[in-house]
């Protein structure tokens, strides 16, 4: 069974600076999908990036990046320019093609603070 | 409205009620997702309807019984449940097919006394 560790609880971050958030995942699948959302303080889970294993390059999105690291089964966010509104529980997922199974896998996230 | 929304948003309900959770997408999308999320845990998958047919179902008591009437509307109906079924319940939407993102809704936050 695939499983996925976020091994921060939490993290702290100034305003305008940048900040990375580690997660790692366990599967024996080639293909599937990674995925980082952000749960703000008003509860509405929203995708942040996703990323498919077998494209080899790093998905990105304005301030948010990935490093993907398929044989170390990595997968990194960093938030550049860091702003109070990023402020948020961020999950890790993954998600396999398997059986055409729609489920998502999650981490348990993590709590990034922004300080002014 | 727009997205995926919840009703209620709370909800506090004594071990011998019955309720139950209501979540509609406007999304046009054809699969429809519960999670459970309690505090320091993974968001936990409770049931997957796929095309309005249930296609999973993650070993959830049976206290706990979904309904998807059609591929907009998704229910949870709750009887009987216990203290430890306090949690923020996510209802989530998707196309068919993984690759599709899924859209979550704001959660019904559940306290059962």
């Known amino acids: 069974a695939q499983t996925v560790t976020q091994s921060q609880p939490e993290m702290s971050v100034q305003e305008a600076e940048t900040v990375t958030l580690s997660c790692t995942y366990d599967t024996s699948e080639s293909d599937y999908y990674l995925f980082w959302y952000k749960q703000p303080p008003s509860r509405q889970m929203i995708l942040v990036i996703r990323?498919?294993?077998?494209?080899?390059q790093n998905a990105t999105e304005n301030r948010f990046s990935v490093n993907f690291q398929k044989a170390a089964k990595s997968f990194s966010l960093k938030i550049s320019d860091s702003q109070l509104g990023d402020a948020a529980m961020y999950f890790c997922a993954y998600r396999s093609p398997q059986g055409g199974s729609e489920k998502l896998v999650f981490g348990k996230g993590m709590k990034l603070t922004v300080n002014p | 409205e727009t997205g995926v929304t919840q009703t209620p948003r709370h909800l506090v309900m004594g071990m011998t009620n019955k309720k139950s959770l209501k979540c509609e997408q406007h999304?046009?999308?054809?699969?429809m997702y519960w999670y459970k999320q309690s505090a320091k845990k993974p968001l936990e998958l409770m049931f997957v309807y796929s095309l309005e047919e249930r296609v999973e179902n993650n070993s959830v008591p049976s206290r706990f019984s979904p309904e998807c009437p059609n591929s907009s509307h998704l229910f949870l109906h709750l009887h009987t449940l216990q203290p430890e079924d306090s949690a923020l319940y996510l209802c989530?939407?998707?196309?068919?097919?993984?690759?599709?993102?899924?859209?979550f809704g704001p959660g019904t936050r559940l306290t059962v006394l």
């Open positions: 999304l046009g999308h054809n699969a």
């Open positions: 989530a939407s998707s196309q068919d097919g993984w690759r599709s993102e899924q859209f």
């Open positions: 990323q498919e294993a077998y494209k080899q």
